[in-house]
């Protein structure tokens, strides 16, 4: 995995996804369909993208020493 490709998914996992999970939140405060599967699914990915960057992380770690 290349150093953007790394650096864009830690991004994504540690930014983007929980503010779009902090905006569905408020929508499900505002009562707007289907919020709680729009909720579960952000996590899902955020979870998926935090073991994936983990994965990376350890690979690159073993790669240089």
């Known amino acids: 995995m290349s150093n953007k490709t790394y650096d ?3 991004a ?8 779009l999970a902090f905006v569905a ?5 505002w009562q707007v369909p ?3 599967e729009i909720v579960a699914t952000l996590t ?3 979870t998926l993208l935090g073991a994936v960057v983990v994965a990376a992380a350890k690979a690159y770690g073993k790669k240089e020493g």
Not at 12 to 19: E, G, M, Y
Not at 25 to 29: D, E, G, V
């Open 8 to 10: 864009t998914l830690k």
């Open 12 to 19: 994504i996992s540690l930014i983007a996804v929980p503010v």
């Open 25 to 29: 939140s408020l929508c499900n405060i």
């Open 34 to 36: 289907h919020t709680d």
């Open 44 to 46: 899902a990915i955020d």
